[in-house]
């Protein structure tokens, strides 16, 4: 058997994979087994901040590896140390919890909302509101605190105290968001799974200054978004808002397993000895890699991630097969005017162009160094497949 029919047999049927079996990339290119080369404008789902096997990521991961590549948290680590100095220096943060995932990051966030509201307001002060059509995660929690409904129907009863309300609507938010029973009210500025929605700058703000008025905490969900992803180091610095927490995940180590819940000042304090813990979280070898990410996320790499985003934009601008572009930054949706967006990726893939989909759109999220010329290549590789009819 091949690897294909292999994994079929042997490994869970959660995923719809495509028929592409990578075996080694470099930079923006994957490799399949048969050789051919695709230009990958995924990422891993925005993993691969810096593509296929960069030399800084690498030289940094096996330097670790060669040093030590485990200890529990009951002992200390440079590379853990030095990414969460870097993370706080960035973001003007207090603190930083380490875990494995998004999920898992927006499982300590909410935690720490919980907790903060129980001390400050008490015990029946629980509620977490999110908005309809967001994403945060699998576990039975954070999928609670998804708000899309397909995603609860199999798995009831979800983690109680949980409330979603519409974008861009503050009458809504406000009657739902009691201050009395609120504990937090948990955001992305641009939904990915949910379609690369972009929130309305003035709702963001409004619903901050709603959430500082009324001691009602303010996470943002960055797992997606963060790390540079949107030109901005995280995208709520876009909105000029200030969160209490924030949690991240995907690029953050360029291709291995982490997740951060970072804790602004009202919380930094939140937990004490025991209230939370993870085996993994900030492994080592993981830590090694996200500080070389991290540390080279300048103003001016920044800035060229933005100018390739806007690049993508007026790309498709006067397109008439283009029905919408939405995002921000190197996290670009495109909605075909004519087309499944799903055939439009199973056409770029017979072509040499990995994309995604959200929803009824194109997904966009290829690595943040991305030369030029590549992208070019991939967006004429698109657009003809999204005028093929």
Known sequence: MNIQEKDKQYIASTYNRFPVTI????????????????????????????GYCDEVWQNAVTEQIHMVQHTSNLYYTEPCTKLAELLVEKTGMS????????AEANECAIKVARKYAAEKKGKDCYNIVTLWNGFHGRTLTTLAATGQ??????????????????????EELKSV????????????????????????PEYVKA????????????????????NGRTGKFYSYMNYDIKP??????????????????????????V???????????????????????????????????????????????????VEQISGIGLMVGIKPANKPAADVVKECIEKG??????????????????????LKEALIVLKSSLNQR
């Open 23 to 50: 075996v080694s990339g470099k930079g923006s290119i994957a490799v399949d087994e048969n050789g051919k080369k695709y230009i990958d404008m995924g990422a891993g789902i925005g993993v691969t901040s810096f």
């Open 95 to 102: 603190k930083v919890f380490f875990s494995n995932s998004g």
């Open 149 to 170: 409904e397909h995603y609860h129907e199999l798995f009831q009863p979800l983690t109680p105290g949980f409330k979603h309300v519409h974008v861009g609507d503050m």
């Open 177 to 200: 968001a009691d201050p009395k029973n609120t504990a937090a009210v948990m955001i992305e500025c641009i939904q990915g799974e949910g379609g690369v929605n972009v929130l309305p």
């Open 207 to 226: 619903l901050a200054t709603y959430c500082k008025e009324n001691d009602i905490l303010l996470i943002v969900d960055e797992v997606q978004t963060g």
């Open 244 to 269: 209490d927490i924030v949690s991240t995940a995907k690029g953050l180590a360029g291709g291995l397993p982490m997740g951060a819940t970072l804790l602004g000042e009202k919380v930094q304090n």
């Open 271 to 321: 937990f004490g000895f025991g209230d939370h813990g993870s085996t993994f979280g900030g492994n080592p070898v993981a830590a090694a890699g996200a500080v070389s990410i991290v540390k080279r996320m300048d103003s001016k790499f920044l800035d060229d991630v933005k100018q390739k985003g806007d690049f993508i934009k007026d790309f498709f601008k006067d397109d008439s097969n």
């Open 353 to 374: 162009v990995l994309c995604l989909t959200a929803k009824d759109k194109v997904r966009l999220l290829p690595p943040l160094n991305i030369p030029m010329d590549t």
